[in-house]
Nanobody, 125 residues
Framework: QVQLVESGGGLVQAGGSLRLSCAAS????????MAWFRQAPGKEREFVAA????????YYAGSVKGRFTISRDNAKNTVYLQMNSLKPEDTAVYYC??????????????????WGQGTQVTVSS
């Protein structure tokens, strides 16, 4: 497993942007699929976006496609989530997740063994 620390959350007005970061440590970042999930108050945690080790494949939830972009810098062991055109319904705790998948894209929570502590994103209307 790797240790994951998210940062970049905060309060933003609707239509604004935020960039979340997730720094990984503990072992090599090699061959890890990375993903973002979120959990809104009173709701179950849901998938947001995922990216393969090479960055060659990404996948997004329909609710964020076209507004959010996931990327990674393997030299820095960091994955990012650029969030644009934010909506109040994007308000949630955002979690970073990692799993060594050797190139495969994972999108289910059960596929990931390492999780961060979460960072709060609040979008005001």
């Amino acid at each position: 497993q790797v240790q994951l620390v998210e940062s970049g959350g905060g309060l933003v007005q609707a239509g604004g942007s935020l960039r979340l970061s997730c720094a990984a440590s503990g072992r090599t970042f090699s061959n890890y699929c990375m993903a973002w999930f979120r959990q809104a108050p009173g709701k179950e945690r849901e998938f947001v976006a995922a990216i393969t080790w090479s960055g060659g494949r990404t996948y997004y939830a329909g609710s964020v496609k076209g507004r959010f972009t996931i990327s990674r810098d393997n030299a820095k062991n960091t994955v990012y989530l650029q969030m644009n055109s934010l909506k109040p319904e994007d308000t949630a705790v955002y979690y970073c997740a990692a799993e060594r998948t050797y190139g495969k894209l994972a999108v289910e929570q059960r596929d990931f063994g390492s999780w961060g502590q979460g960072t709060q994103v609040t979008v005001s209307s």
